[in-house]
């Protein structure tokens, strides 16, 4: 019997139904109930026949998931209902013993946690794999001049290596995010009950080794009131999803007419429906255009909690389609970053002709300056002025004049000068620590590599 | 002599210059130009009394903005070229050598690191204060039963302490979080230079050593056009200003007339402008209010960084301001929060005559019921049907007769079923590790006062 | 013949594939073509002859559509394609002819143009519908007293009337944000081609009329690359369901035990699949809970176009999820609250009591002294005082002694002081525009009523 | 007397009080407070004398504050305090009789309306600037060719005045969205008094008529619990801001060395701290940075209202700082915006070298085969397949041999092919409406005029 009068109104039961989309939930639904029956049996809550059929039941149930054959019912209102209400129609009346000692609410709080350490597992792992192409790329192109660029001004000359090795470390810091993740995942709701403890002496420590969580929630209150895994998952997600939106507008601009720099492989570009010339690089832009998505997924779930009393409330059903999409969406954004990487193809003589610019070397110029003692700001004057001569007379800084030189310092040896803007000793002399002269890129390629191996470890 | 023919047009210099928030870097810049100095003279790129020059003006200029009265000139754009400017001044000459061997792009960067950092060390005794209050308050109401309630309704009762250390464990998490910024700001940008690294050999790891940083940022490129750390902070805040949102909204509730829960100190509350009786929560409900706005801090900066190409940006000066309001947000709702819990006065009274709403118990019927052997699903249905006859007539579970209970359940044995409804059976009964009853809430205040001291010591 | 030599790979066909659900715009794809067809043909750019071939085909595609026996292949890549490839099998090569003298960019923001009016015109009845039922709501309590609350504190007593009527003018407005934008969907796109125009010269303002649309779009590259409608459509439902989320929040509220102002029916609640006793208000959580999922839609379409170069760049795909996913939502929750709302009972004795508690009239007393000539802020000073002996004490006001009313003023008589502590008359002196007396309120039914009716010709 | 027995706490104030901000309400506050005190007089509810009083010193306290030297106190925690505190020591108690039947409720609905109108109406000033001076460009660069982008690639030639009156479209709609913003305001809010309407029969319509509101809000609660005018502006500043960011970043890229399209002017560029020869795009940068903040905003005060039950709560009060900095930020993108496009020079040699790219024309060769009966699905495999034989042997279109034009298609005539491979016809024929044919830009730069000047009307 029910404690209402009335059914479900149909608009009700379309805004309440979570089976749409909780259905990803299954499996996890299913281990998690496997370790209940047996914690529940261990701890003589039910007899061992019991739980034996319990156990049978709910292998069948698994299997009916996996095969994608699971009878679904139109009364199912989410999927811890409709596996509790498969599994009696396969087991009996036993089903109904299921449940005891647990609630939907840290039912599902445990759902939640095995399946975002799941996939933050499966992301940690894409992340390695764009890290891994990442350091390829940079191998096969050490030595390649291109312009770096502030404000998208060529600024200084960097080898190719360095500027993707860039993107390697950023793509460690989001792995670091995503073992932060995993450590938010490691106390188990299961056992909480609806929110206050259950009427059993059950031994939840057993659960938790079995589902592989490190210790128990510590307050049941809190433990089904908890969304904070999610929250960590999707802001890491977004960072990193910042990142490939960062990549996804180089690939774009760079394969521009205008740049040059890299042409997309055919199998990550799309033509256009009437120009028939058009290679247009939608994969990059998709990347691109893919992080507002999730930052979108993060606020939204902020905005869902903010305010909420505790301990459980409906509001919190709101947590799975954001990370359900956020899921899929990192998850096809990191492959496909990856892929369309590896088979880009750069354009040497388009980088090295837009890095031999001599303008880019006038930093060069001032410290050379400050090497025969003159204060660095003054040194700064004094090559702008000559910057300022070649650019309205449209001249290269080479092209300028012993008188001219003489004429903005003193200290301005004109060979010297003009020795200096020879191109490759712009990129040797950053000789700094994390630099682009080529033995710095080579230790940080090893640094690369190494954090690679110790995490793929 | 600038490479400008023209003066910035006054609007831009408005939507330009950072000075009017950025002069909170100044401590940290002064530090990283003193740790600066020191390096160059050690490397020979500057002599010993330069150094001790630049040491000596870095010294006037650190009184004097600690005084605040350092001169600040219409012309400064921003703090670093402030403080140059008025090093200059004091030092002459020498001052224009400071910039040597490295850029505004990871000057600025360092910086903010700095400041990331002092921050998140900050926010973190904050959040000890707060946590250390709501262990004396759960020690201090161990035993005040009240409602727990999942959707806003009446669900399992619960002790005061229970429920108010489920916040200690919010704050936990949050504290976590804000170990995790710390970790983000480990790397030293400074001598990345404008991108590329610089023209000189420096010693970045000293510099990183002096400045606290555990190694130098590995990558020149990535140095300079990362503000993850800075995005880190704002996604920790976002979460524990979202766990503030949630106490304050309680306390809203708790001290409304219809709760009646709690009374708020005067000192944290506010009168009305034309009600003569009004005593508002503001405080609690500003508590609340704040969240969106550092959720929407956090946004904003992924929405800056969205697409951006490397390197530097102008764009990312966008960090500052969003950075700032967080910290200065989050800092005065944690001091609020510790401030009115502490004063807050809780209702015995109206809490327990909440709490021993026999309807309260009907879990406890069922699982008693479990315990004779009835599944419990069925169990949920045979009490379930009980509420309902009890709604229905406008009695209380204990008021039903025997023959409604021999009708719902032969199993139901009216004495058992008339003790059971006695208030305290219901809480003692939660004897689940991390339940309500009371050797479980001692054993979890025990945990929180050690999770308290590890994390002081 | 393609440009390219290598197939997509199957990670960028499922980055890239919009069928999943932009098959939503195929009923305009069809519409649109029709007029297009129509308009080719009259400006001799077809022959009669292939226009009847393309609209016989057209129909047997809408057909196929409306029946749900479109047949879908493996490689349409969104909608558009999936309909000229149908087209073309259905018609043979004179299919191919339809794509003249426009491109997917035009036709695709042409059906997004279509689909927003088509859906604001919706939500524009189901906004009526919500404003009906509150009518009528208002009509059938009009003189039941409740606390209207400022801070969630019982502040002044108001009509339950008026209180609902509140959220009848929030819905006005929220009428007049998607009667706004209708207004954003005047200016067809159709005929911009791929950017620049067509080398046709067609009729673009016949299909402008044939499709509803009031006029062209006047710039070719701002057809393309203008997605507003969208925004406004995103940035209305956002306003729309913050106010959804009020009702939502007020009713959760209500239907706790604490305030036990409405008992929602049952059809629009849930039970607990632990506590028999639970009747949770899911309908009202899921009504609150839902405003951050569409204002982050919101967020996330501005996140995408920020930073856009002109024109059309394959970033904008991501307009259609978020407008989607609004407008489902958005009619589900409209259509919930009309339901939930039509089903609630009030329960007139709990509001009445909590109305009565004559703290509420403090304003009242201090306005009794006002007209006695007392300066309003003095009055208010008097009667704080006297609220503050009272509630130390633990009484009512009409409880305090004539002694007591003597030393806070000697204007106070203690006869009219006790007699304006009678309920109604605090009701009923609200007598300004707009306020809560019931002629008002009677006023306000009548705008509200004209409101409609004029909105409804 | 106060009902408080404890002052504020410290940390409290820091938290609530807003005069750090809401200073700026001042003007509309003294203004309302006229129309105010007038009525009240009007309708016998205070003297003539007190009225002459009143209006006496709040003539003072508008001087005080234009002048700047208004003597804040440290207790004024919000301005209406404020005022009202020095009004009492300028008139003496007759200040105390200014707050009769009205509320700070009301009273700051009322201010936040006048600011928001007021405001709108300076952004629509703003927006006509930067609309003229879009008008003045294309005028000036009628008919000078460049490339319009799809994707970011090459698609099809426009003209320069085109594309900018592209923008001028975009702010046509911002325009018609901040018209919609004043809609929103013309309700008046004052006289609703704390929530239910005042003690006293005033004349609501008088003071509405008075302060340029249309009449006067119907309900009470609704009054003082909106402020949906606010998120409306809000709203139209965020789409605004986008639209700017949109500009910007075509600016930014324009002016790298890649494009060179533009050259910003020196008054709104900067230079680099460390290398001499930058001139960075820092105005349109920030341009295009500042749209994140904006919508967050927007997105803030969002979260701050949901689930808010009626009437006013504190959170509210969040309202003014999220306006007040979106005021700030689009007003001065506007001026700057319009300041930097007036400056900027563009390149006509570089914009014609890349719009004469042949690849760019191969729609209206699909195009002229269609003019040969060929269905335009085949004419785009035609092409497409020369587009692929061009490209992969280096070569323009207008090189390949008659033989592999006969291969293609035996359709093509080579002259006319060869023919149409000059640039200017590939612009002259987008004779479409709206097109980037010079009669048709002439025709659209009318009907700007005319937009422009009926509105400036």
């Known amino acids: 019997m029910s404690r209402f009068s009335q059914p479900?109104?149909?608009?009700?039961?379309?805004?309440?139904?979570?089976?749409?989309?909780?259905?990803?939930?299954?499996?996890?639904?299913?281990?998690?109930?496997?370790?209940?029956?047996?914690?529940?049996?261990?701890a003589g809550i039910i007899t061992a026949a019991d739980r034996d059929a319990l156990l049978a039941g709910l292998e069948r149930v698994e299997q009916e998931l996996e095969d994608g054959d699971f009878p679904f019912a139109p009364e199912d209102e989410d999927i811890h209902m409709a596996i509790e209400r498969r599994l009696t129609e396969i087991s009996g009346p036993v089903g109904g013993r299921l449940h005891t000692a647990r609630s939907r609410n840290d039912q599902v709080a445990t759902d939640m946690a095995m399946f975002t350490r799941a996939h933050a597992l499966t992301t940690l792992q894409r992340i390695q794999h764009v890290q891994s192409v990442l350091v390829q790329l940079a191998d096969a192109h050490l030595d390649w001049p291109m312009p770096g660029y502030t404000h998208l001004q060529r600024a200084q000359p960097v080898y190719l290596s360095h500027h993707l090795l860039a993107y390697f470390w950023m793509f460690r810091r989001d792995a670091r995010r995503f073992?932060?993740?995993?450590?938010?995942?490691?106390?188990l709701p299961l056992g909480a009950g609806a929110l206050a403890g259950v009427n059993f002496d059950t031994d939840r420590g057993a659960v938790a080794a079995e589902l592989g969580f490190e210790r128990v929630a510590p307050n049941s209150i809190d433990a089904v009131s908890n969304r904070d895994f999610v929250l960590d998952y999707l802001s890491a997600a977004a960072t990193c999803a910042t990142h490939l939106s960062r990549l996804g507008a180089e690939l774009v601009l760079w394969s521009s007419e205008e740049f040059g720099f890299v042409t997309l492989p055919d199998a990550w570009t799309s033509g256009s429906s009437i120009m028939p010339q058009?290679?247009?690089?939608?994969?990059?832009?998709?990347l691109r255009a893919k992080a507002p998505r999730i930052v979108a997924h993060l606020g939204a779930l902020h905005?869902?909690?903010?305010?909420?009393?505790?301990?459980y409330n409906k509001d919190m059903q709101e947590d799975k389609e954001h990370l359900f999409d956020t899921v899929d969406t990192l998850d096809v954004c990191l492959a496909a970053a990856t892929g369309m990487i590896r088979g880009a193809r750069f354009n040497v003589e388009r980088m090295s002709a837009a890095a031999s610019d001599d303008l880019i070397a006038a930093t060069d110029v001032a410290d050379?300056?400050?090497?025969?003692?003159?204060?660095?700001?003054?040194?700064?004057?004094?090559?702008?002025?000559?910057v300022r001569v070649a650019v309205d007379s449209g001249r290269s800084l080479a092209q300028l004049t012993d008188a001219e030189l003489a004429a903005a310092s003193e200290q301005l040896d004109p060979a010297a000068f003009r020795?200096?803007?020879?191109?490759?000793?712009?990129?040797?002399?950053?000789?700094?620590?994390?630099?682009?002269?080529l033995t710095r890129v080579r230790e940080q390629l090893d640094a690369a590599r190494s954090a690679l191996a110790l995490h793929a470890a």
Chains 1, 2, 3, 4 share one sequence.
């Open 8 to 42: 479900p109104d149909r608009v009700f039961q379309q805004l309440n139904a979570s089976i749409g989309y909780d259905w990803r939930l299954g499996p996890y639904d299913v281990e998690q109930s496997r370790a209940h029956a047996k914690m529940l049996a261990a």
């Open 179 to 187: 073992e932060f993740v995993l450590g938010g995942t490691t106390d």
């Open 278 to 286: 058009k290679k247009n690089p939608d994969a990059a832009e998709l």
């Open 303 to 311: 905005g869902v909690m903010h305010g909420l009393p505790l301990t």
């Open 368 to 386: 050379h300056l400050v090497k025969q003692g003159v204060p660095f700001r003054a040194c700064h004057g004094i090559v702008a002025g000559l």
């Open 419 to 437: 020795e200096l803007l020879s191109q490759s000793s712009w990129l040797e002399s950053k000789v700094s620590v994390g630099g682009t002269a």
